[in-house]
């Protein structure tokens, strides 16, 4: 079956520092492939996402590339802030019936001033 | 605004007291699915629904019921709730292709059986 395997946490940098967080899954076929962020408090909100092989998705700073030979999506930022300080999930989609989102377990990351 | 409202946020009960956490959505979407999270565990799927009158099981619906006779509600039930049941659970909507369309999460219910 489908699976996402997330570094362990939890992560935490000094504001402007270089983040990298690994993801790597999984699958059968094609996959599309999701970062989704939760602030403290709330629900799971998309970050962005890649739908085929070197897809790079993008948003508030955070990029990921769909690396299909090393079935990877890591996920980066060249300068964290204190407001990225959250749970981030990647998780993958293969586009069957249910089209359900696996999720791997989820890293805390924490930014300092 | 669109959004995944969920009732109650925070739930306290007993073992064996059925109870009910309701989910609604205001974006007319097809598909709706319950998670639950636990630390260290990641999200998993509950059970899901592709329409209204269809639903099915995800990876762990044993203990819970759902029903989807409106599109825009899918609520969660809990017929006789345990400990190993004390979670975080998030009900979540989305249209079309779950490949391309991301799931929209309500802010979550934070349930506590004793």
């Known amino acids: 079956g489908n699976s996402v395997t997330q570094m362990e946490g939890p992560v935490t940098l000094s504001e402007e520092a270089f983040l990298t967080i690994n993801c790597t899954y999984t699958a059968t076929g094609y996959p599309s492939l999701f970062w989704y962020v939760q602030y403290p408090g709330e629900g799971l909100q998309l970050l962005l996402k890649a739908t085929k092989a070197d897809d790079k998705g993008s948003n508030k700073g955070f990029e990921a590339t769909y690396r299909k030979e090393t079935t990877s999506f890591h996920l980066e930022k060249g300068s964290v802030q204190v407001s990225d300080s959250a749970v981030y999930f990647c998780a993958l989609s293969d586009g069957g019936a249910n089209s359900k989102l696996t999720f791997g377990k989820g890293i805390t990351l924490s930014v300092r001033p | 605004e669109a959004q995944v409202t969920q009732n109650p946020r925070y739930l306290i009960t007993v073992t064996g007291k059925k109870l009910t956490v309701t989910c609604s959505q205001n974006?007319?979407?097809?598909?709706m699915s319950w998670y639950r999270q636990d630390p260290g565990l990641g999200l998993r799927q509950i059970y899901y629904?592709?329409?209204?009158?269809?639903?099915d099981k995800g990876d762990v619906p044993e203990g819970y019921k759902v029903s989807r006779k409106e599109k825009r509600n899918f609520p969660l039930i809990l017929e006789s709730p345990s400990p190993n049941q004390t979670s975080l659970y998030f009900c979540?909507?989305?249209?079309?292709?779950?490949?391309?369309?991301?799931?929209?999460f309500g802010n979550g219910t934070r349930l506590t059986v004793t």
């Open positions: 629904s592709m329409n209204v009158e269809v639903t």
């Open positions: 979540a909507s989305s249209s079309g292709d779950r490949r391309n369309s991301p799931l929209h």
């Open positions: 974006m007319n979407h097809e598909y």
